[in-house]
């Protein structure tokens, strides 16, 4: 794949660590991070595919799990090394989803897909990266993949904030102007799609569903009020948050989704715990 010098660009003028870290950002953090600590075991390698600035990796690798790391952006790769603590099992190299040759089959118990699919804007693009994150996680391995959703980006960069003019993106066909639904380039940076085309997409392949979350909900639209809330309301706000994140009719109001998958072990294979999926089976979880 060419290096696109849009996003290159931006991840070397963007602060990605301060992102998930101020508080509002956290939400998004400690949500993908719950649902991982709920699958990963010990002595589970995990493989982080455009692992940016290592906060994932280096978080999993703090509590003592082997991680490999492949991140595209050279400056990405540098802050990833600079923040790595002594200690750490981890390394990182250059490379991108699209192709993880280097990388053997069915290797990993866990692999994060959390930035790659922000930045690809075909269809087959999207499949291969998703080919090649199961492709080298083991069957019965567990994939975590982002999103960026358009609806809940709309609200809030649109309607709320006004970073971007709805009435222009739509003149431009960024936008349809009847189900506003989006159309990206690698010069907008960012590919926004909905739940619908995520399960388009991952209708052939060969996992099961574990959980669709809204990775951080209306903590974007409600940034503000959330960074002026005091330990204990966040406390209470996180609660809510965590038992609603799963909720189908809240499922578009999200800047960011998780889609969480086991991969099968062939068609009519056990899985862990005894349970048994055929391709029908499949496709009706999703």
Known sequence: ????????????????????????????????????EKYIKPGDRVLEIGAGTGRYSHALARQGYRVDAVEL???NIEAFRRNALPGEDISVIQGNALDLSGFPDNRYDIVLLLGPLYHLYCTEDKRQAIREAIRVTRPGGVIFAAWVISDGCLLDEGFRRSNIDVAKYVRDGLLDGETFAAKSGPEDLFELVRKEDIDALMSDFPVIRLHYVAA????????????????ETFQLFLNWHFFTCEREDLAGVTSHSLDVFRKLPGEGDPLPGGEHFDLQQRRDKL
């Open 1 to 36: 794949m060419e290096t696109n010098r849009y996003l290159t660009d931006f991840y070397e003028r963007y602060d990605e660590d301060s992102r998930l870290a101020v508080r509002h950002g956290t939400v998004e953090f400690l949500t993908t991070m719950r649902y991982v």
């Open 73 to 75: 952006v050279e400056h």
């Open 216 to 231: 951080d909900g209306c903590a974007l639209l409600l940034r503000d009020e959330i960074d002026a809330m005091d330990g």
